[in-house]
């Protein structure tokens, strides 16, 4: 992703955003977010459900 | 509130036509010139609202929200809300810079901007929120899975059916930023 406007690094102008967590509007941000909160559902002791489960 | 509804239709014409929108565009050649409406929703006017609401309007629309960058520059106070921002992202370690890959695209993003109020109207805070333009991302190339599994309706209904009848205690919660806790 492109450096945001106003912040774009003074001595790396040309650099871009490699980015390690999700942002607001990519495409892959509703998924990563599931992922997340699933793996931690799991790991607190809940189970998923057999007739309606949100973890795959 | 009741009563409220009440008054405003007895003593107000209620809705009706804006007097600009009942102009007939110039017409050109027979060529219909566009209205400056977008949405035909836009042509009503309605001044029937309660005191109240006034002013609640008018706190609310007092400040106007920013649409893009160009127009913050040098405002103190979004420069502010920025600089929270870009301080949340870092410490959440959100990216690394690194140069681009030969023949490669970056995607860009944009800060979007938005006040904030309380319930009475007034003022609580200036927000920003920088988002990615992921309408330039195409599936394969920059992003594979993005199927997000959510829950049923019928699943939510069935566990507040479940809840009255054994008598249980049900939290609801809300996450902040949620979009900024997922790993890519």
């Known amino acids: 992703m492109e450096q945001p406007p106003s912040y774009v690094d003074q001595t790396d102008p040309n650099l871009v955003c490699r980015l390690k967590k999700a942002l607001y509007d990519l495409k892959q941000a509703s998924r990563a977010w599931s992922d997340k909160i699933g793996q931690y559902l799991i790991t607190s002791g809940f189970q998923t459900s057999n007739a309606n489960f949100s973890k795959a | ?184």
């Open chain 2, 1 to 184: 509130m009741g009563e409220e509804s009440k008054i405003i239709s007895v003593t107000t014409p209620g809705a009706r036509m804006a007097k600009k929108a009942l102009k007939t565009p110039d017409n050109n050649n027979g060529v219909r010139r566009s209205t400056p409406f977008k949405y035909p929703i836009q042509r009503f006017t309605y001044d029937g609202f309660v005191a109240h609401h006034y002013t609640y309007m008018v706190k609310v629309m007092h400040e106007v929200e920013p649409t893009c960058f160009e127009q913050v520059v040098g405002n103190p106070k979004w420069d502010n809300a920025m600089d929270e921002e870009m301080a949340a992202l870092d410490a959440n370690a959100t990216w690394e810079l690194v140069a681009l890959p030969k023949d490669k695209k970056a995607i860009g993003c944009k800060w979007v901007y938005k006040v904030k109020h309380n319930a009475d109207g007034s003022m609580s805070r200036y927000k920003t929120r920088l988002v990615a333009k992921g309408y330039a991302q195409s599936y394969g190339i920059d992003c594979e899975e993005t199927y997000s599994l959510v829950a049923k309706m019928t699943t939510i209904r069935i566990i507040i059916i479940m809840v009255v009848a054994k008598g249980w205690s049900l939290h609801q919660m809300d996450v902040k930023n949620v979009f900024l806790h997922g790993d890519l």
